[in-house]
């Protein structure tokens, strides 16, 4: 049985037309039809139903998907072991991270990660959504928080604090709050993509203060929330690795500093069960681990 038409076949049913993943192979769509068509010859039933409202698996196309992944995974894992013996890990790594995230524990740590492992190469998707790693192909994803799937793994590589922040400009214009309660009068960059990071947990000693924020301005993008911050457009909560060096080169000013934005939150890198044990894979992770520790 040819693995390429498998591997298509998986890549079919997760991206869910034939179109899509003919686009992602940048092949026609006459050649995924041709291949899934050769697929169900050989295995002599129909592994898909095809109708107007899209595809569907059939219930023999349901058990072949299934050996089908687990086939792809061994000779995935087979072919990165023998490699990785003889040159060291190698091959392409899809990562997902949010855009923040990127910027402040990624992108730093990849210069390091090429001169480790020259032969490894890395396709970063930067975006705050959280993406389907089976569908969209990711074979770690970067996240703070746990992952509550069964079919997932994660493994804390790191943590991360946030603060409050606003530019001098915003200062001198409107003050800034000598106290959580006068928040509610300031202008606040909230979050539109990820309600969770509206919802701000102050703490001092044994006070504690929450507010729920509905921002003057708001962004879906973690980044674009701290360039409006910059900006001067109101105060924002942003992750401490990012902004302290902009505290320091004068760009923004700490909000309530003696207030403790929240306790650290942990990082981790999350990949699918069956994947976790390729060496390229556990080669990033190491690494990522290993940058994050001193900082």
Known sequence: MNLDDTALFVRIVELGTLSAAARERQVPVSQVTRALARLEAQCGMRLLHRSTH????????????????????????????????????????????????????????LPSLAERHPQLHVDLLADDR????????????????????????????????????????????HGLPEHPDALAAHRLIGNSGIAALNQWRLVRGRETHELTVRGHTRSDNTAV???????GLGIARIVDIVAEPLVASGELVRVLPEWQAEAPVPVYAVMLQERHRLPKIRACIDHFAQWLAPR
């Open 54 to 109: 899209g595809l569907s698996l059939t219930d023999e196309g349901d058990t072949f998907l299934a050996h089908a992944r687990r086939l792809l995974d061994t000779a995935a894992e087979l072919a990165s072991e023998l490699s990785g013996k003889l040159a060291g890990p190698s091959g392409w790594v899809r990562l997902s991270v949010s855009t923040i995230i990127a910027q402040a524990l990624i992108v730093p740590a």
């Open 130 to 173: 959280i993406a389907d790693m089976a569908r969209d192909g990711i074979d770690i994803a970067v996240r703070t928080g746990t992952p509550a799937s069964d079919a997932l793994v994660a493994r804390r590589i790191g943590a991360l604090t946030r603060r409050l922040y606003a530019a001098p400009a915003y200062a001198r214009r």
């Open 225 to 231: 929330v701290m360039l409006l911050a910059q900006h």
